[in-house]
């Protein structure tokens, strides 16, 4: 039996308990049939609710109230005391970064008794890659391509994140960037839709779980709707113009995979796309999310994006921005305050119908349905569970799984690694050989910085006393001084491997942390230069949030790793990877360029009237009035896919089930793998396919599938991959989505570039 509470004030809340406990005790001593019991759905008590609302009660149901930890302009922000009196007068629906559960609980106690209709507040944060136990930045979790193990951090993160009173994750985050200069490139997946949409999908499950409504379960709020990732020059919140064909067939899909995935809410972005904000937007939130993908959630705008749209140009002030954004389907204002101040007005002078108000509060009111709240209003706010679960040690266990699966052996000359256990002398040389505080990455504000194992840490905690630990800091991130040069070179001269520990600081990458240059930062080229004049074999490892141009270390190095950011694990991680007890497994999900000149550079690339495709070994005669650089090749420094292990495994050539098929039969493709090294391994298996002839021009390549296996030294393992009619469409000239016959090549490999290759026909009977 259900009985609806509506939550007025404290007094009417004991009165309605009293009458529910009076009616279960009637209920249960009375003989009748309990299938009349008629539930009243939620969409009923949702209508009723909003009937006794006024509309300055409405409109705050469509507020999200920021104080505190600050993530963008703090014009607007409340103090605290302002934040409490909204509360109490109904004029927050939600809040933004406020955590813990006993704090959380204060402000829904004051929801609940002090304001009128005691509605339930959200509370939500951008638990990005992890909550305490911090996880590796997203797109080194794409660098696993590890679905499993993804969804699994996902599922971590939500449990401390609501143990500490967070219902509602601005996460994750979609979006697709072929340009390395974008700063938030570190919270996506990289550059391909397919990998993309996959992430997207392990991470929505992973927050959200099978029950919304479990207290370990949090909301799914899928950013930034849409082509956030390709702003003009890479340049944080800059244009975006493309053409719908792009969009669709690049940039959309992660979006339309969270749907598919569940996703509760959706994020509006900064950017405008073809001269609209995406935050009054009504291609984007009710052409494509509501009436082409079905999407019945709530969509949030991004912090202040509503008012943002005085400055695109296309409002004159925040009433006019506040009619466009309500009207182009944003239910809900982050932090601008816009609606809360200029609705109520607009609805009296008719500008705007209380009716549209009406169908964005029952999205917000949904929400908070769908994830208990009116069940259980504190349902997020229990302190035991918040003392137990907060870095508990099977979270730090699965931390230090997904940091080691992270992390892409980019070379390894002479197979320098692994290192030997019995090693005499290893020196830790960089900024970062010894550095916590810049461990946890971009966009990882609820983690402790103190947290981290550092990279000394981590081999301290592995190495024997046999195995002498030399370290040297060698340089900063933001000085040119290179005082400590000689330090660090003479720390190299003692030791039988060097270990450099370099790359970006935290804030060098994220949100508005565009960089012109995707170089080593600062000194650090030349302290590796220095310490390479020494003539020590040196392991590089490589913290960033981006792929960096690093060719002279790819010419020079013996053996690169790319850490990424790798989080509170980081230390123990790679040390196990050093000395080979973690066999390095991931695979690029980005290209890396040689140059930021290269930029943007992504393996999908279209094949072009001129083409070339070569490396600079046949004469300049040959390679004039071609698509080239004159200074560097067309190709990337890593391609996409890319990443070595300690082993060698052996492709065999491609079986096909058939060489021709119709419209209505799927292709069955096989391959053997086999690890012909001395180590097991495991192994990302890649399947790409090219569209020979199209009515419209195709990539050179597209990844249409993928098998993480695992493979003892000497064992085989057969790979089935299936191509169906769907696998093989595109949006064609007249921009309908199908299949078109003729001739298809598939690869399979171990990257976008190392490839076996097989062609079969696609017949246009049926």
């Keep these: 039996m259900k009985f609806t509470i509506y939550r007025t004030s404290a007094i009417r809340t004991k009165k309605l308990l009293v009458i529910m406990l009076i009616a279960i005790m009637v209920c249960n001593s009375c003989d009748f049939n309990r299938q009349h019991i008629v539930e009243l759905p939620f969409e009923k008590e949702i209508v009723d609710l909003i009937s006794r609302m006024t509309i300055e009660e409405k409109v705050g149901q469509l507020t999200l109230s920021v104080s505190g930890v600050i993530t963008g302009p703090t014009a607007s922000a409340k103090s605290s005391e302002e934040l409490k009196d909204d509360i109490r007068k109904g004029l927050v629906g939600g809040y933004f970064n406020g955590f813990g559960a006993e704090f959380t609980y204060e402000l829904q106690k004051i929801s609940l008794e002090e304001s009128r209709l005691g509605i339930p507040l959200l509370f939500g944060g951008d638990v990005i890659h992890g909550f305490k136990t911090i996880f590796p930045i997203p797109l080194a ?94 340049r944080d919140y800059n244009t975006v113009d493309m053409s719908d064909r792009l969009l669709r067939e690049i940039y959309l899909p992660p979006y339309e995979a969270a749907v598919k995935a569940g996703s509760a809410t959706f994020m509006t972005s900064f950017n405008e796309l073809n001269g609209v904000p995406a935050t009054g937007n009504t291609y984007l939130l009710k052409d494509l999310l509501r009436t082409e993908w079905g999407f019945d959630g709530m969509v949030v705008s991004d912090y202040n994006s509503i008012a943002e749209m005085i400055n695109h140009g296309v409002a004159i002030d925040k009433a006019e921005a506040g009619v466009i954004a309500l009207e182009a389907g944003t239910d809900m204002d982050m932090e601008g305050y816009v609606y809360l101040k200029e609705l109520p007005r607009l609805v009296k002078e008719g500008k705007i119908s209380e009716a549209k108000i009406d169908e964005a509060v029952k999205r917000v009111l949904r929400l908070k349905y769908n994830l208990g709240l009116f069940n259980n209003p504190y349902l997020y706010s229990d302190q035991k569970r918040e003392k137990e679960l907060l870095m508990c040690s099977e979270h730090l266990e699965t931390a230090l799984e997904m940091a080691k699966k992270s992390i892409v052996l980019l070379k390894n000359e002479n197979q320098l690694l692994p290192l030997k256990s019995d090693i005499k002398s290893i020196a830790v040389i960089g900024p970062l050989a010894d550095n916590k505080t810049e461990l946890n990455g971009t966009w990882s504000f609820f983690g402790d910085l103190d947290d981290p194992v550092t990279v000394l840490e981590g081999l301290r905690n592995k190495i024997g006393p046999s195995t002498e630990l030399l370290y040297a800091k060698g340089c900063e991130f933001y000085s040119d001084s290179k005082e400590h040069f000689q330090e660090a070179i003479a720390t190299a001269k003692k030791a039988d491997v060097v270990i450099m520990a370099i790359g970006e600081s935290a804030v060098m990458n994220g949100e508005a942390a565009s960089r012109s240059s995707i170089d080593l930062p600062g000194i650090q080229k030349d302290l590796v230069r220095e310490i390479h004049k020494t003539g020590k074999p040196i392991v590089a490892l490589v913290f960033s949030g981006r792929p960096l141009a690093i060719s002279w270390m790819d010419e ?64 300049a005669s040959q390679r004039i009035y071609l698509s080239k650089y004159r200074d560097v090749p067309n190709s990337p420094l890593y391609p996409f896919g890319h990443g070595l292990s300690y082993t060698e495994f052996e492709y065999s050539e491609i079986d096909l089930s058939k060489e021709i098929i119709n419209m209505d039969e799927k292709l069955q493709i096989k391959v053997q793998v086999k690890n012909v090294g001395l180590y097991d391994g495991e192994e990302v298996v890649q399947l790409y396919v090219r569209d020979l002839v199209g009515s419209v021009t195709r990539p050179v390549k597209e990844l249409k599938g993928f098998e993480k296996i695992h493979l003892a030294a000497g064992e085989t393992k057969e790979v089935v991959f299936e191509l169906s009619v769907e ?19 598939v690869f399979i490999g171990t990257s976008s570039k190392e490839v076996k290759k097989a062609t079969f026909e696609l017949s246009e009977s049926s």
């Design 141 to 234: 979790e794409a660098a696993s391509w590890d679905m499993d193990i993804i969804e699994r951090s996902s599922r971590v993160a939500a449990t401390e994140a609501t143990a500490a009173g967070l219902n509602w994750n601005f996460a994750p985050m979609v979006d697709i960037t072929r340009d390395a200069r974008w700063g938030r490139i570190a919270e996506g997946a990289g550059e391909d839709a397919l990998l993309g949409s996959k992430v997207t999908m392990a991470r929505v499950k992973g927050f959200q779980g099978k029950d919304l409504s479990s207290p370990h379960t949090l909301a799914a709020c899928t950013k930034h709707l849409a082509a956030y990732g390709a702003p003009d020059g890479g």
């Design 556 to 619: 020079n190095i013996p053996a690169i790793l790319e850490t990424w950011f790798l989080g509170t694990q980081t230390g123990n991680a790679i040390s196990e990877v050093l000395f080979g007890d973690y066999n390095p497994s991931g695979k690029l999900p980005v290209s890396f360029p040689r140059n930021v000149g290269q930029v943007p550079i992504y393996y999908n690339y279209k094949q072009t009237g001129r083409l070339y495709d070569g490396d600079y070994d046949e004469p």
């Design 727 to 745: 696998d093989l469409s595109f949006y064609r000239k007249d921009m309908t989505f199908g299949p078109e016959p003729g001739t298809f090549h």
